[in-house]
């Protein structure tokens, strides 16, 4: 089973101008979640999406939104990006219901870098 | 709100030998899972070991484990047997059945040497 795969693993992009991050999760899972990941700040949760629902939202300014695809699919877009946004963005997706361990899979991430 | 606290930003080990890593964290819910998740440099999040609280007994994942302490609320990872693929940033974290998200600690870097 192929794992959570996101695109692009690298971006750079300057400071005013807008990204889009895309995310496939592992066949069957249905919830996707959004991570923001600093070496200051650590990992910091910025969305998570269930059947195409944003189900809860980080304390992140509105520039950063996301969306899920009736395929399970997400993007998140970031616009007006600022210096600060620059960081490694992790999707992860996880299995609902009676399966659901609590566990986290993880893509390997897209690092952006905003000059 | 759960927050997770890693107070070791560092630690290092040599190779063969045994090591703690120490969490904290801070909840007012009865039934939670707590995970260590290892990353790499420039590699991929995995999971390393997981416990559900209502478990008494420690989970163990060959040569990890780790001592739960519910009422401490405390969850440090013991890695026996340290080898250089150990070489890591080990993140602690938290999570419920009703949660959309899990709570990271800032995590500790672990350098193995030969």
Redesign the interface.
Known sequence: KA?VTQTPRYLIKTRGQQVTLSCSPISGHR?V?W?QQTPGQ??Q?LF?Y?SETQ??K?NFPGRFSGRQFSNSRSEMNVSTLELGDSALY?CASKVSGSA??????????SRLTVL | AQTVTQSQPEMSVQEAETVTLSCTYDTSESDY?L?W?KQPPS?????VI?QEAYKQQNATENRFSVNFQKAAKSFSLKISDSQLGDAAMY?CAY???SG????????TSLLVTP
């Open positions: 794992g919830s979640s991570y650590g990992l949760f998570e269930f189900r809860n980080g992790l659901n361990t609590g566990e986290l899979f993880f893509g390997e991430g | 899972y995970f998740y590699r991929q999040m995995i999971l997981r993140f999570g419920t059945d959309y998200a899990l709570n990271f600690g800032k995590g």
